[in-house]
Structures are given as structure tokens and as C-alpha cells.
């Protein structure tokens, strides 16, 4: 990974990365950097998340962490509201991070066609239903099936786009 000596300006970054569980997703995704940036100034007095900068693919990236010990996804919301500050024009943001589980209601016959731990999965909504389902907002019924009480918005539309 190249390095840059040269820090940019924090209205420089147009992506933000979140990284809810430090120990385990903030190393790979600074392997992920084409190249790595000296931080810009800031003022820390009213942001102190703990932030890696560089570039992948020509996109600035501002990659952001959640604290020692306030791990998960409510804490990277937190951090959010003060980094949008700094990093006024972020255009883009996403939570890259471990899933817990993927389920299913019955064994695919070829393995192949199965999600395995180190697997990269990537949500696309279509046929009106959501690229990302909250698994652990919802409710099971008495007759054994799964009711879905939460999901989100659509992602941006520059992301489905590179899924085409």
C-alpha cells in the first residue's frame, strides 16, 4: 500500500467506511486502501473517533471505529453525528462488518451455493423487497414462520449501480 505524506482536507473525503468492532474489521479494511493518507486537521475537541484515511480506486475514504470496549451497531451510529460534522462532504456511507448469521430454510444440495465465514455478502433490493433484512427485529410466530418487523432504506444508488 502506498503511503501519501501530503495530509487533504477534511472536505476532501466523499466516502466514510464504519467499522463497528475494532479488534476484528478495522485491519482489513486498512489492507483494503490503495493508499493511506496523514490525517487533516480536526478539531478533537468535538470529534474524538479514531479515524484511517487513504484512497481506493481514486475515492477518498475516511475510515471510522468505534472506541475500545463500545463496540456494535449503536455505537457506530454515535459516531456518525460528529464525523458528518468533520467530513462535511461525505457522499456516501457504509458499514462493512461481520454477520452473525445467514439463515435458511433448508441445505443446498451443492455446498457451492452456500454462504461460508470469510464470505463477502452484498445486499440488492429487487422484486420489492430490501437489500438488507434485520434479523434481530422481527418475531417468530406461533405456526413456526418469521415475521421481518425492520429494514433498511435502499442503499445508495451508486452502489446497486456497481452491482450491474
Known amino acids: 500500500m502506498a503511503s501519501s505524506k501530503q495530509p487533504l482536507y477534511c472536505t476532501d473525503y466523499h466516502v466514510a467506511w464504519i467499522c463497528p468492532v475494532t479488534d476484528i474489521e478495522l485491519l482489513p479494511a486498512r489492507l483494503m486502501l490503495d493508499e493511506e493518507h496523514a490525517p487533516p486537521q480536526y478539531d478533537t475537541h468535538y470529534d474524538d473517533n479514531t479515524y484511517i484515511f487513504g484512497k481506493i480506486s481514486g475515492h477518498t475514504i475516511v475510515v471510522a471505529t468505534c472506541s475500545q ?96
Open 69 to 164: 470496549g463500545e463496540t456494535g451497531n449503536v455505537n457506530a451510529g454515535r459516531l456518525t453525528g460528529s464525523m458528518f460534522k468533520t467530513f462535511p462532504n461525505i457522499r456516501m456511507t457504509v458499514l462493512v462488518g461481520i454477520g452473525s448469521g445467514i439463515p435458511r430454510s433448508s441445505i443446498p444440495k451443492d455446498s457451492l451455493n452456500d454462504i461460508h465465514l470469510g464470505d463477502v455478502v452484498v445486499g440488492q433490493p429487487g422484486d420489492g423487497k430490501p437489500a438488507c433484512v434485520f434479523y434481530d427485529r422481527g418475531r417468530s410466530k406461533a405456526n413456526g414462520q418469521f415475521e421481518i418487523v425492520g429494514t433498511m432504506q435502499n442503499p445508495d444508488w451508486r452502489l446497486t449501480n456497481a452491482l450491474s
